[in-house]
């Protein structure tokens, strides 16, 4: 519980400073792209991480249908650079729009993530019922007494 505490108090110190500016309507533009940075480096860093994990557990579930999650991350990533299209090449394009074109992108990339984790679970899941099937059937061969209907009729 202290291990998380020690990493969480961190992220919001520096996260204070930022509902304290949005709390009061000015943003300033450093803290704005500084978070938008922050955001772009740990997409990064998330796919580097992604793609480390799909060539270890090559063939497992979780690798077959990791490129759910890093669509799923680059839909994030995508979404930080259209809150940076306003700033700094303003074209045609209302905030609105821009916001509404970064939250759909976020939308995208938790959809893609639910995807992901869903694919992921079902597929754990088929291998846990085949792993119980397994342990029934060494069950039986090893203990021919402890089995199901087989054994009882070879009783009787």
């Known amino acids: 519980m202290l291990r998380r505490a020690t990493v969480i108090a961190p992220v919001l110190v520096f996260m204070l400073p930022s509902v304290a500016y949005a709390a009061s309507g000015d943003v300033p533009v450093l803290l704005s792209s500084g978070a938008g940075g922050a955001a772009l480096l740990a997409a990064a860093a998330l796919l580097l991480v992604m793609l480390s994990l799909r060539r270890l557990a090559s063939g497992a579930a979780i690798a077959d249908n990791i490129s759910f999650a890093v669509l799923a991350v680059i839909c994030l990533a995508a979404s930080v650079l259209a809150g940076w299209v306003e700033r700094i090449a303003p074209v045609g394009v209302s905030a609105d729009h821009v916001r509404l074109g970064a939250d759909l992108l976020a ?21 846990q019922g085949l792993l119980a099937g397994e342990e029934e059937i060494l069950a039986t061969v090893l203990d021919p007494d402890a089995g199901g209907p087989e054994a009882s009729e070879g009783r009787a």
């Open 107 to 127: 939308l995208v990339a938790i959809v893609l993530f639910g995807v992901y984790f869903y694919r992921v679970r079902q597929a754990m899941m088929r291998f």
